[in-house]
């Protein structure tokens, strides 16, 4: 028997511990995966069942253990005490994002945390996985990750992954399976290979596998001196961009940079900047940068790491990065975005948006550091580096890292009394763009007379008003950008996105400020929708404070009214008006929320791929939806969206509102509205099947920027 067969037995023969349900391999939707103490702690706590970790919970159980965490939460803030906010966090937590369809053999699992624990014992569902920087397509088993047909599937075997890797670079999961008729024997048609989508830019390996794919790559292997060929210029530019994040051209320009540093007798200077950025990208040991580079020793990668480190610091970061190497003009003029300026009024002023990241790193023997670097929101020991940036996504500065234990209000409000530091760029009137966190800040920067852009809080009311709800989207508008930096920084650069080793983190600042400047140098500009700009602007701008649906809803009591509408079928809203991507965009106000809206949908769905929908019985021009929240259990929400039947474009949606935090706003819409604008209007229309991954991807052509951005503190 082959071992995949045999591990995917297995895994079919996995049950739930607690009501031994058998865990099929596909949808996992909902499901928990055991994986610290503190999960069999709760388990053991709450259902009374003991459990060990790599178990996994049936979406039953998982949603019988979410019950028993929101009871136990009412009851703590009954209770004054503040080990609430960790509790809270866990209860939306779940096994996978259902944005790929994916066999849950392969699915992320951190093994840091497994490994660290020492209750921790081997058990074949949890594998070592290691992240590789190629290219994948989506992980499927149930239908073919080629055409996407169902029928007549076999496992792709090795020699064809291997076949498609040395093709294009691409590393297909090892469970997937395609048609038969794409193979011949145990390879695929050269022209089957070329239609392989790519959803993905990197990919995860089970270590066994690599292993083989390594036996099987050996006879290439001898002849390939990896010190050689880039001293020659040999390697293909996407292997260098896959290994390090950058280009040739991009290298060039560093070395030119570097000028303190010397080719040796036995290393050249860009051999240790390419091992450098390796190391920086992929994040991973230096026994096995050693590996990947052809390096004699652990001791060899680590002295070339440490040259680079030291001319970064002596000849580029001085007078390249940060406050002292940029003007007040150079961000007004060059680096402000066409957004920023035509929403607010900014002439000449500084617009600037900061916001707290993390780091996670190892725990500490050090009881004293160990109890400033644990935060109870994220569980795990971690640092903050806190970055400051322009309205295009170029960092002014990343000071720091900071304390988990302090705020990021308390940070800004320390960086801003400092007397050489961002201080000294500012002026009355320049402009902060912040989130919820930095709200105990604002009073002191606006006695100091800047402007603060900051969306509404919500307080004890259930909802923004629409006025609110519709100023906070220009905030946000404005605002994702920094979490884009982080994002592409995180996923760029591997190595401040794994845990930090404990060892390296006095360097741990110096490698944050490289990292921006990287970007900075080589990055591009964030002007998203750039060609749909003027658009969104202008509807933007011309929204109404008042919702009139909103204010129909609430005196007609239709929330709670259950007479007043009839069920339908999604299928049934023939008449619903029909848009393309481009007025979603507009009507969506931006590219990011209608992903978010695709995102959004994929959970949705009922398993049919249609929605259970309400009409108005008197008018068949109002549709109700009822929505699952996806982070408070067992809330719902009730969205209405008027329209003008049998007609299409913007202006067919007369009106729509709905029950969460930002259902009142008239500039864009909240995400249940969206989703269900975006199904009714054109994503029905693509397939019987929907297949979120496929439309992301074809959505933004896999643009870098855009797939990164993980959070829109915004949503609900
Ligand atoms: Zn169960
Ligand atoms: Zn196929
Ligand atoms: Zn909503």
Redesign the pocket.
Known sequence: MSESSSSSKKLNEAR?P????RLRSCSNVDRKLIKSQEDIDKVLRLMNKPVEIGDI??A??NKKLCTQISLEKKQLLSDPEPCISSMCADISERFESTLFISDFSSTTINNQSILADPTYEYTPIVKEMIEMPFSRPIISHCYCFICSSKSDLKDIPIEARLQVFLKRRILVPKRNRCCKQHLMNKWLYEDEIDNIKIVSDKCELELSDMAKFMDLLAPDATSFNFQDKIDKRLMPQCQLYALTGHNWKDIDHLQSLITSMRNTSKRTVIQAIVTFLCKLRTGNANRVIAAFAGLDSERQAQSYIDSVLKSFEDDILPNQFGLQSITRDFIINERTSPVAKKLFDCQNRLMIICDGTYIRHQKSSNNVYQRKSYSGHKKTTLCKPFTICTTDGFVIDIPGPFNANENDASILKNIIGQKNGLSELLQPGDYFVLDRGFRDVVPILKKRGFNVLIPALKGKNKQLTTKESNESRLVTKIRWVVEAVHGVIGQKYKLLHNQFQNKSLPKLATYCRIACFLHNKFGKKFNSDSENMEEIINSMKSSNDVNSLAEMVEQGRWNTKRSLFKTFSSDDALDFPRMSIKELKIFFTGSYQLSQAISYLAEMLKEDGTLSLKFAKESNDILQWEVQSRHINRKKYKCYIKYLPKSNGLSSIVGHCCTCANGNRTVGCCSHVAALIYHLSYGRYLSRIFRPAEALTTLFDFNEEMTVIESDSDND
């Open positions: 739930c607690i009501c031994n349900f919970l049936c039953k159980c």
